[in-house]
């Protein structure tokens, strides 16, 4: 079976993500191997119905180059709005018909469902097999605006060092007015910022300023 590429490198970007953002172990969870023939149909019969069955349950199904019948969904992490599962179907025109493989990656534990439910239920969706509902799909949340006390969302300026910025993403990331990237997460009222090395901060109570050894910033809101 040839299996699109991209799907293995999104794999191992959630498998690294995973290890960079998530606090518990994770892991990605890969399915390959179903696939359907049929005796009759063309390759965009075929195209049609794969794109259908990508959208039931993940948004945006693209196909990788016009014709190709290899169509490419994913889906988001309802907390962070990243990416966290992805499904590929690859149809291929036979003499009389046509073949379709199906191929999911899926992070756990930050999905309710693993990466053999997604693709069987997109399987099934494709040629009318039996459906099981899966959990509460993921969707992308909006981004959270203001001085919240849950989150480092935003613009950051130290009060030290006029040219230090940073901007501070949902999912835990960061990076500096020259592109270094680090990470944050928060516990409270406790931060731990990781940017050259391991800094313990306290975020004050309006969500505005957060100051400990080194550092004392203020958030642009």
Request: glycine share 12%; with cysteine.
């Amino acid at each position: 079976m040839n299996v699109k590429p991209g799907l293995w490198l999104f794999a191992v970007a959630l498998f690294l993500g995973s290890l960079s953002h998530t606090p518990a172990i994770a892991s990605v969870d890969l399915s390959a191997g179903i696939r359907h023939i049929s005796d009759t149909g063309s390759l965009s019969d075929c195209s049609a119905k794969a794109k259908a069955a990508l959208e039931t349950y993940l948004p945006g199904a693209a196909e990788s180059s016009p014709g190709s019948g290899e169509w490419f969904a994913m889906g988001q992490n309802i907390a962070t709005g990243a990416a966290s599962s992805g499904a590929t179907v690859r149809c291929y025109p036979l003499a009389k018909g046509y073949v379709v493989t199906f191929v999911c990656a899926v992070q756990l534990p930050t999905n309710p469902y693993g990466a053999n439910a997604l693709c069987l239920d997109i399987a099934h969706k494709f040629y009318g097999g039996p459906i099981t509902p899966l959990a509460a799909m993921p969707t992308a949340t909006p981004i959270p605006t203001g001085c919240a006390t849950t989150n480092l969302v935003g613009n950051w300026g130290s009060d030290n060092d006029p040219k230090l910025t940073f901007n501070m993403q949902l999912n835990g990331d960061l990076t500096d007015n020259e592109g270094v990237s680090g990470n944050w997460i928060i516990d409270g009222s406790t931060v731990t910022l990781t940017y050259y090395g391991n800094h313990t901060l306290k975020l004050s109570p309006d969500g505005k300023h957060l100051s400990g050894p080194g550092y004392n910033l203020t958030r642009k809101c």
